[in-house]
């Protein structure tokens, strides 16, 4: 069995695209990330990979997973294409490309792709990814190289202005 926990960043200061990079969380999206984590604490659910982009409101809200989950900041991978809109070919390669010893990977990204990722992954996904979306899959496989495209299921999601 592998789980995926698959993350939009959290709420953001709004600037203009040429400091989009740049947008830090906002003190609404820095408490919606720790609310967020520990509904998913609760369940057990702990990553011991993540694959964040590396846009500050990524980091952040990445950075707040991992400290309340207790992994270390050092061992957080930032992979480029995810801030840039990383195909869902590329994406689902990069996945079937993890280490098998980790069973349980945090994916923290962006709208829109998250989305198309959550729909390559979820057969007939159409759920609404709002900031700090948080959804756990399960795939029923031993290995991330048996990835198959809408073979996921959705074990858990949370949305802030749901809790």
């Known amino acids: 069995m592998k789980r995926l926990i698959v993350v939009r960043h ?4 709004s600037y203009g695209y040429d400091q989009d990079f740049d947008r830090t969380l906002t003190e609404r999206g820095e408490e919606d990330s720790e609310r967020i984590c520990h509904e998913m ?17 990524t980091t952040q809200t990445c950075r707040i997973f991992a400290a309340l989950c207790s992994y270390p900041r050092d061992l957080i991978r930032f992979e480029k294409k995810l801030y840039s809109g990383m195909q869902t070919t590329t994406f689902l ?36 990814v709002p900031t700090c979306s948080t959804v756990v899959l399960e795939f029923d496989i031993e290995t991330w190289m048996d990835l198959k495209e809408h073979s996921g299921m959705i074990i858990h999601r949370w949305i802030p202005d749901l809790l």
Request: glycine share 6%; charged share 20%.
């Open 93 to 128: 390669r990069m996945i079937r490309e993890l280490d098998d010893r980790h069973a349980t990977v945090m994916i923290v990204g962006h709208n829109p792709t998250i989305y198309y990722y959550l729909d390559l992954l979820v057969q007939g996904f159409s759920l609404d």
């Open 41 to 57: 604490i609760k369940t057990g659910i702990s990553p011991d990979l993540i694959i964040s982009s590396p846009a500050v409101r």
């Open 10 to 13: 959290a709420k953001s200061i």
